[in-house]
């Protein structure tokens, strides 16, 4: 018997993925329940005291989640996920699993602009201290380090500027210190990088981006040990409350099979969007992982197997220039979000980082003119096309 050493897409098809047991169907059901039944009290008591596995209420645990879980967990060779209402339901769970009161959190002073508010504005109003430091620096980490400081939190490549941090580095620096590493890989999902095996804790990531893949649910993951996943399932979520709806779950497990190809073609065009982008005379920087001109062009081939679809660009003429595209493509759609099939646009400062004050976003280079295009797999020919005309109009504009 040939032993199979299962590669990413076979994993993504059939990992935790099975028949229906009552029925044969294909394809695993959508358990479309909210409570399970019984067999007697005894059993009950066996359940909910957690002394046989088993499901007793939708908020705690249901089978769509778990087939998602641990789909999740073998594509980021972790023991175990979890699947959560949202990306920041998965993020801020995990969070407040690590942390208490009197704790310090290092973080990335360039994260999605919702985290970096919780961060700023909730944590730091249950008494954990926080500090914000540039994440794609070893040496600043380090230097932040405290006695009480419990976790290490990078996003990488980081949104909106495609920074990326050392995620062996980090680990190592937050481990000699007795802090847990915590990692959002949503730019790279498991297809491109996979942090646990870099020494990461934790691994989180909204799967309303390119695990779902389709634009058509919001959810979130989490994938670590068993012992962190229980403790993060009960009583964190349990109490919290952001468990993923079956339906949800369901979506992103279907498009999951579908996420090394897609991939693959996302990296693919947004390759040469980005090439194209850099070469035109009305583009003044391109910030993505991909080009040599990135500063960390060479970590991102080490940890990386590819460098994504998503990109941000600063157009001339600053924030005239940059709203002349926007309102100019038409093929891609503007909108927030990202790693759907379809290519989206958006303006980051007043639309995913608008939580971040003009300051704070300046201090790290998110400029008022600066644009983040999720580049799809529609033709790369007709994306690149359709920014052309559109810098077209910027020259007209600005001269
Ligand atoms: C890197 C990153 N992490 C987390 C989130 C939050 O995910 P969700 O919107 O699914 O809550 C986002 C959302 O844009 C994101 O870009």
């Known amino acids: 018997m040939k032993n199979f050493d299962l590669k990413f897409n076979s994993k993504a098809i059939h ?69 959560t209402a949202s990306g920041m339901a998965a993020i801020t769970t995990t969070l407040m699993t690590f942390l208490k009161s009197g704790d310090h959190l290092i973080a990335g002073d360039v994260t999605y602009g919702c985290t970096y508010g ?47 941090a050392d995620i062996k580095g980090s680990a190592e620096i937050a481990h000699n ?26 691994v989180v990531h909204s ?41 949800d779950a369901w979506l992103i497990i279907r498009g999951l099979k579908t996420l090394g190809l897609r991939m693959k073609t996302h990296c693919e065009n947004a390759q040469l969007v980005a090439e194209y982008l850099e070469d035109h005379p009305m583009v003044e920087k391109v910030y993505y992982p991909g080009l040599p001109s990135h500063p960390q062009h060479e970590l991102a081939k080490k940890q990386m197997r590819g460098f994504g679809g998503m990109m ?27 790693g759907s099939i379809d290519s989206l646009i958006q303006h980051s400062p007043s639309m995913s980082h608008f939580t971040m004050s003009k300051e704070e976003r300046e201090k790290v280079g998110i400029m008022d003119g600066q644009v983040r295009l999720s580049v799809g797999v529609e033709e790369a020919e007709n994306i690149i096309a359709d920014l052309d005309n559109a810098l077209i109009e910027v020259k007209k504009v600005i001269g």
């Open 207 to 247: 799967a309303t981006k390119y695990l779902g893949g389709h634009g058509d649910i919001v959810g979130g993951i989490v994938v670590g040990s068993k012992e962190t996943i229980a403790e993060i399932r009960d009583p964190h979520l349990k109490f919290f409350g952001g468990i993923i709806s079956p339906n």
């Open 118 to 164: 919780f961060m700023r504005d909730i944590l730091t109003k249950y008494g954990i201290e926080v500090t914000f430091v540039d994440t794609s620096d070893l040496e600043q980490i380090k230097g932040a380090i405290k006695p009480n400081t419990k976790v290490v939190y990078i996003e990488t490549p980081c949104n909106p500027v495609l920074r990326l």
């Open 177 to 202: 210190n007795g802090a847990s590493l915590i990692v959002d890989s949503t730019f790279a999902t498991p297809y491109l990088q996979n942090p646990l095996d870099l020494g990461a804790d934790v």
């Open 15 to 83: 990992a935790g993925s099975k028949p229906c047991p009552a029925t044969g169907a294909h394809i695993g059901p959508i358990y479309l329940t909210s409570t399970f039944v019984m067999e007697n009290v005894e059993h009950a008591i066996r359940v909910s005291q957690g002394e046989e596995e088993g499901y007793s209420y939708g908020r705690y645990g249901n089978p769509t989640e778990t087939e998602l879980g641990e789909k999740m967990a073998v594509l980021e060779n972790g023991e175990k996920g979890i699947a």
């Open 312 to 338: 941000s660009f600063d157009v001339k003429g600053g924030f005239e220039g940059g709203k002349t595209v926007m309102n100019n493509v038409k093929l891609i759609s503007l909108a927030t979000s990202l």
